[in-house]
């Protein structure tokens, strides 16, 4: 019986030791699942989080998409653009240069026009100082003569007045036909944009047209130089001359003022020298323009061609 008793003791303690074993392994087993439900839980909400920024990555490459889409079909449109401009610059430089070629056609006719007018006209007043100077003659030999009235010296003075008088007029009537063909040219050229500066193959950037229309300008402004204010159409022609200069400093070009202005030794221009009495000794002055000085964007680009006064 006492056998029996201490089995059962023993058996109970290795129940008992092996249950407390069992425990012990049952709460480890339940921390790691616990453990793992947690890191679970954790990486579930991970998944949730890394969807949500997939979504909105999403979301976002899509809009990027549609905007570089758009971008695309803008820059087609601005290139279609650009090209249309390009052609239309081309054209509208064609036909500037045609309309002055055609005009210069035009004033180059009625110069010749008038100066076959001119040497007629001249002829014209030869054969009236021709006339006069034989009047003058005649009254001359009157007068040594003694037969000569007061009469005749009416006629001769009046002559020689009409003779004045005409050729007033007809140095009038040149001048104003000149300033109607100025007119015509401003007029075409008024009409017309300054020419936008184009890069030609060597990357250089051309000029060429906007020193034609300034050479044109100059020739003008000479002509206006040598007229008197009020001879018909002189205002209107100052005008214009002035307010095609004043759009091409707005187009960042200049047409230097050089006419009347005094010479200084130096300067950047093919000078031609000529003499005039009138002038000072040492006093030089620029009495001729050929071709002008133009600047483009404070940077000259055709250099001047003058004529200089001085004296003796």
Known sequence: ?????????????????FAQSESKELSSLKKEVSGLQTSQNRIKNDVIVLTNKNRKAESRISTLEAANNELKSKLDSLQVAYDDLASNQKADKTELS????Q?????????????????????????????????????????????????????AQSSLEQAQENIRKA???MQEETIQLDNKLIEVL???????????????????????VADEIVKIEMNLSRMDESIKGYKQLSRGVQRIKDNFK???????????KPYQAGMKAAVTFVTDDTLEPGQQIISRI?????????VMIQAAQIEVSQAE
């Open 98 to 101: 045609e309309s002055i070629n």
């Open 1 to 17: 019986m006492r056998k029996i008793t201490i089995g059962i003791l023993c058996l109970f303690l290795v129940n008992s030791t």
């Open 103 to 155: 005009t210069n056609d035009k004033v180059q006719a009625t110069e010749e026009i008038l100066s076959s007018r001119t040497i007629w006209g001249m002829g014209g007043i030869f054969l009236l100082l021709l006339a006069l100077a034989a009047t003058v003659w005649a009254f001359m030999k009157k007068f040594k003569s003694g037969s000569t009235s007061i009469d005749d010296v009416r006629k």
């Open 190 to 212: 008024s009409n017309q944009p300054v020419p936008t500066p184009t890069t030609i193959d060597d990357g250089e950037i051309d000029h060429s047209l906007t020193l034609k």
């Open 171 to 173: 140095q009038e009537k």
């Open 250 to 260: 707005a187009n960042d070009y200049e047409i230097v003022d050089m006419l009347g």
């Open 290 to 298: 050929i071709k002008p000085q133009v600047n483009y964007k404070q």
